[in-house]
């Protein structure tokens, strides 16, 4: 189904709202045909019977009344269309988001969320075109022309043959125009897209390249796509512009055509002047429709192209779902020979690692980097598919896969800290309560952020997105606090000592030991010899090739090992 028409589909949640803008629309064009009317007989008769502004005043008072209501309803009639399009908007974005969330974070890494975040706000804000003009004006371009029709015929035949005759050719260049429009807004998008990409990209990194001197190359590389975008928009304008002059020009022409009917007809004797000059004033009214709806076509066609995207994210294949099966009881996390393909990559990473994690322990996870631990992270909590062994838990001899559970039910039961934690705007009590357990209180918040050593830093400080006003090192240790209220059976830390000075380093250790003291299985991906130590345990992950071609991977340091796998 093209888009378009799952725009109208979509559009049906506010049929109610579309139909009374139809409505609306019909009403103020059958008030044109009454505005033509009076206009033409008070010209006629001040013309042709001299009567005064005193006779004409109930003409001219009613066709004031025409005019003020015909105002009312098109004004009446954009608010409604404007409902529309709030209420296909919100669905939209919406059905896009949980469904971004459903697809997962490799999904989700393998996009740009720049791109993601332009879709669902300019992108589909631009359906304020399509929805709340274009579509309501589709309507109206096949009802009025034939309503203006049939009036003529009724007062006018020629007049109305010529009307019928031209109106098609409005029709038949817009489409040919919108078909040469089409490839000007796919390049338009997608350069707008490298545009949003490239500057999300510059200013999430511009610390680090001005730290390096090589912010000046990104600025050269933003101006040239900017130039770009520039290029494509104002080829774009061209054919909107283009197309307006041309069914301006078929209008003009049109109308003309009627003119010089209805003088031939006038001169001649063959028609009166209130008729002719009511053919002349309402022959307009069965183009302007259509002329609209050419310009409102150009206005809508970014909101047709974002609600493409949309849909194809919408239409993504999700991916396979836990089985649904209640957590059991238990106190012992293993991983059995887990492997995880990486797709571009011809490895595995990682490739057939195994442990066994149970209450109270904390195990750290090494290897060289790209080795795949924070991917065998990902697949413990239920966000990436193994394809190979598997995640189970347990107690005793029994155990059941992370696979079969409800995913939801499983995750509550893991605190998990990326590499960086995200901070939303607020306090900092706020982003450490973020996703607990149970209620904690501001005394609980300020003992937590003691313990990993920023007692300073007041629960109640305003911190903006992100992070902003933190430190990386702060923000890592809110981050960890967070994890830590939670009080899950199963902890889960990616790297939470990377980048803090050796007393921070401390304190977090520490912290984290007591969680594990504390009765939670914990898993510590790490690098750093310090946070290696303090683990009862270090389980090597390593990767490797599934492809002859591909070299051998890299081989650790030597440590003390629960289970090492050997490069393939």
């Known amino acids: ?65 025409v005019l003020a209501v015909r105002s009312v309803l098109g004004w009446a009639a954009d608010v409604t269309a404007q409902r529309i399009s709030g209420s296909v908007k919100a669905d939209l974005r919406l059905r896009l988001l949980e469904r971004a969330v459903l697809l997962g974070p490799r999904w989700a890494a393998e996009q740009a969320s720049s791109e993601v975040v332009l879709l669902a706000t300019r992108g589909l804000d631009a359906l304020d075109g399509y929805f709340g003009r274009y579509l309501p004006q589709l309507v109206l371009a096949a009802i009025v022309p034939l309503a203006v029709v049939v009036c003529l015929f009724a007062v006018d035949v020629v007049a109305a043959l010529t009307v019928v005759l031209t109106v098609p050719l409005i029709p038949v260049f817009m489409v040919l125009i919108g078909k040469m429009s089409a490839a000007h807004r796919a390049r338009r998008w997608a350069t707008l897209g490298r545009l949003a990409r490239r500057f999300g990209d510059v200013v999430g990194g511009l610390p680090t390249l001005r730290a390096y001197g090589a912010a000046g190359a990104q600025v050269a590389i933003l101006r040239r796509i900017t130039d770009t975008y520039r290029t494509t928009t104002m080829a774009t304008l061209r054919v909107a512009f283009l197309s307006a002059m041309a069914l301006e020009l078929l209008a003009t022409i049109s109308v003309a055509l009627v003119a010089v009917g209805v003088g031939l007809r006038l001169a001649a004797g063959g028609l009166t002047l209130d008729v002719g000059l009511f053919a002349l004033i309402l022959a307009p009214e069965a183009y302007l429709p259509l002329r609209r709806l050419g310009a409102e076509f150009h206005a809508s066609e970014e909101g047709v192209t974002a609600a493409a995207r949309a849909f194809e994210i919408i239409d993504s294949e999700l991916p396979e779902p836990g089985g649904g099966l209640a957590v059991p009881a238990f106190d012992t996390l293993l991983v059995e020979r887990l492997s995880v393909a990486q797709p571009g990559r011809g490895i595995d990473a990682p490739h057939e690692v195994s442990l066994t994690a149970r209450r109270g322990e ?164 790490a690098h750093r010899p310090g946070a290696v130590a303090g683990a009862d345990r270090a389980v090597e992950v390593r990767w490797a090739a599934i492809e002859p071609a591909e070299p051998a991977g890299p081989v650790a340091a030597a440590v003390p090992t629960e289970s090492v796998v050997a490069a393939t």
């Open 362 to 525: 904390l195990v750290a996870v090494t290897g060289p980097s790209g080795t795949g631990k924070s991917t065998l992270l990902a697949v413990i909590l239920g966000l990436v598919a193994a394809t190979g062994g598997r995640v189970a838990v347990g107690r005793g001899d029994a155990a059941t896969d992370v696979c079969t559970l409800d995913a939801n039910a499983w995750r509550a039961q893991v605190a998990w800290v990326p590499q960086v934690p995200f901070l939303f705007t607020g306090t900092v009590a706020d982003n450490v309560r973020l996703g607990a357990r149970s209620p904690v209180s501001d005394a609980d918040i300020s003992l937590v952020l003691a313990a990993l050593g920023l007692g300073d830093v007041d629960p109640a400080r305003l911190i903006g997105e992100r992070g902003a006003g933190l430190s990386s090192g702060q923000r890592r240790r809110v981050g960890i606090a967070r994890a830590l209220v939670r009080r899950a059976p199963v902890l889960l830390l990616d790297e939470p000592t990377a980048g803090l000075d050796e007393a921070a380093e401390d304190a977090v250790l520490r912290a984290i030991r007591a969680a594990a003291d504390a009765g939670a299985i914990v898993l510590l991906v």
């Open 1 to 65: 189904m093209s888009p378009a028409r799952r725009l109208v589909s979509a559009g049906r949640i506010a049929t109610g709202s579309l139909v009374a803008a139809v409505v609306l629309g019909v009403a103020a064009a059958l008030l044109a045909v009454a505005g033509a009317w009076l206009l033409a007989q008070a010209i006629s008769r001040a013309v042709i019977g001299g009567a005064g502004v005193g006779e004409l005043a109930p003409v001219l008072g009613a066709l004031g009344v």
